[in-house]
């Protein structure tokens, strides 16, 4: 199977679905994580195009850790906007990752980047198996499933796919730890510890799943469905 993630910020598919991500790569499967923005306003010392720089660095040492392919689409921290540009940058991410099972963020997330990303992972999903939507990679021959992650802060209920993760919290402690510069950046802006933070939210979750710790997602309705014979986000056989 193939998995295709989608965060709007270099580290957000590590704190939100990292885990799950961590699993499907080490049973075989193969994982894609795509990066909408560059992360060029998260520091407080560096220049844009030096946090910029070594935020990509960042990303490509979490993808190496379970071996996951990277995506880096490059749009400015902050100023992620619904249009054919950033669109169709989304449906090549589709096309290049060739998904069965896309996960994105909710468009009820606190963040505007967020919001956005998720708005467009939605509306890339069909588009992408369209031939005469014409972009750089051909079109894809089917519709993947597409799947909602936890918000920041667990701002949403009711996500009804849970995946225990808790053999391998160390490996994703390792991806998100792989961003280094962000452990100031989020305790001068949020004054949290981004692996506390994760830790307990995965730890909350996984007290619905009855483990220690788990990831939460929503299957997200659509039409055309996915293919019928497409297996589910927790199906991990």
Not at 13 to 36: E, K, M, N, S
Not at 176 to 189: E, M, N, P, R, Y
Request: proline fraction near 5%.
């Amino acid at each position: 199977m193939r998995l295709l993630a989608i965060g709007a910020h270099p580290d957000d598919v590590d704190l939100l679905c990292g885990g799950t991500l961590a699993r499907y790569a080490a049973a075989g499967h193969h994982v894609t994580i795509a990066v909408a923005t560059n992360g060029n306003v998260g520091s407080t010392t560096l220049s844009r195009e030096e946090i910029a720089a070594v935020r990509h660095q960042e990303a490509a040492n979490s993808c190496a850790v379970i071996g996951a392919d990277l995506i880096w689409m490059d749009f400015e921290d902050e100023w992620l906007f619904d249009n054919r540009e950033t669109r169709t940058v989304f449906i090549d991410a589709y096309r290049q990752a060739r998904p069965d099972i896309v996960i994105a963020h909710s468009t009820g997330d606190y963040h505007p980047d967020h919001r956005i990303a998720g708005q467009l992972a939605a509306d890339a999903r069909i588009p992408s198996a369209v031939p005469l939507v014409e972009t750089r990679f051909p079109a894809l021959a089917s519709i993947p499933k597409l799947y909602t992650m936890d918000t920041v802060g667990q701002l949403e209920g009711g996500l009804d796919v849970l995946v225990d993760i808790s053999e391998v919290m160390d490996t994703k402690v390792s991806m998100v730890t792989s961003h280094a510069s962000q452990k100031d950046w989020l305790a001068h802006i949020f004054d949290m510890s981004y692996v506390e933070f994760m830790q307990q939210q995965n730890a909350v979750r996984g007290a619905e799943l009855g483990v220690t710790y788990a990831e939460a997602f929503r299957e997200v309705p659509s039409y055309p469905p996915a293919r019928p014979d497409l297996a589910t986000l927790g199906d991990l056989a």
